[in-house]
């Protein structure tokens, strides 16, 4: 192999590792500012009662549980949208929306605007899966 193919070789990987590290270091940047945007209060903890979703990474949960003094609503409609983070409490995995079913519990936070009605109607941002 030619010194100038080797060199192209050489810079070529040291640009190809450099971008993965660059990807690496904005996901966890990303990651750590969605858990900053977390508050201590839970916008609900409780039992999936009703599960619909697409293949699209979107659809909806409705989730009934009790006031606790960490939680703000007892029961919710809530919206799953492809930007909604869905993880396993206990090991942190990443699940999908259609690892989500009917008498999980989970904790849920909400994003954006919450719609006031009984029960309440918001998106998520992240909900977290308990074993």
Not at 60 to 63: D, E, P, S
């Given at each position: 192999m030619k010194k100038s193919t080797k060199r192209a070789v050489i810079v070529?990987?040291?640009?190809?590792a450099?971008?993965?590290?660059i990807i690496l270091i904005t996901m966890l940047i990303l990651n750590k500012n969605l858990e900053s945007k977390l508050?201590?209060?839970i916008s609900i903890i409780g039992e999936i009662k009703s599960v619909s979703?697409?293949?699209n990474k979107k659809g909806?949960?409705?989730?009934e549980g009790e006031l606790l003094s960490n939680t703000i609503y007892d029961k919710a409609s809530i919206s799953?949208?492809?930007?909604?983070?869905?993880?396993s409490k206990e090991t942190g995995e990443k699940l999908k929306i259609t690892d989500?079913?009917?008498?999980?519990i989970v904790e849920v936070w909400f994003d954006g605007e919450v719609n006031e009605s009984y029960p309440v109607q918001a998106a998520a941002l992240w909900i977290k899966v308990r074993q």
């Open positions: 070529s990987s040291i640009v190809i450099a971008t993965i590290i508050s201590d209060e979703n697409d293949e909806n949960i409705y989730v799953i949208l492809s930007s909604t983070k869905i993880t989500l079913a009917i008498g999980d």
